[in-house]
């Protein structure tokens, strides 16, 4: 039995197109794999905690080889908590609204919670390289109003796809399958037929994910 962890990144709920997808996605996975564990991560919903004081510093400590204080382990406890949940899933299904040009700042602060040292990557000074330590793959439902892909001209706004997939790439996540809902503000039927074509894509890709 495999687990897929839904990081959802959309506040619109019912009106999302991101959701709206990714909810397809889920219905033909769940179906073509009825064994499998879905844990649902609405970013909206799980309160994370402020990444300062003891948490930062806990961070550095364990960075430089130094010992936390008592203060700080506490501090990082919850870290590894978020850490843990992330890291249990074999398989990662994120959806997410590109805003002003980038990822919903409730995304960034929970790449900012979980990505740490000697949990999601490791630093090997002696060779000045990075590992990633998170095993798995990903599929991404990317929303926004306008068109980014490559030809479009525009491409070179997107500073969602590239650094997100960046972020996956550095954890150690480098499948990763693309699923794009574009141009919602064509107007509805530039829209109806963007989530039409995202879901016939997500139905195809959930089943042999
Ligand atoms: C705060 C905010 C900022 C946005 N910025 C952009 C943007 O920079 N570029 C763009 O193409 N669309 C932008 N949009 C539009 C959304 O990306 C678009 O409506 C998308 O389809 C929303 O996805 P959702 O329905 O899953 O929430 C923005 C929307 C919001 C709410």
Known sequence: MSTLLYVEASPRKQRSHSIKVAEEFLAAYQKAHPGDRIDRLDLWKEPLPRFDGDMLNAKYAIMHGENPSVAERAAWA????????????????????????????????????????????????????????????????????????????AEGYDLLRPPFEGWLGFIGITDVTRITVAGTLYGPEATAKATADATARAHEVATTF
């Open 78 to 153: 919850e870290v590894e908590r978020l850490f843990q949940r992330f890291n249990a899933a074999d398989k990662y299904l994120f959806s997410m609204p590109m805003w002003n040009f980038g990822m919903p700042y409730m995304l960034k602060h929970y790449i900012d919670v979980i990505t740490q040292p000697g949990l999601a990557w490791s630093f090997d000074p002696a060779s000045g390289s990075y590992s990633g330590l998170v095993k798995g793959k990903a599929a991404v439902v990317y929303s926004s109003g306008g068109i980014y892909e490559a030809g479009s001209g």
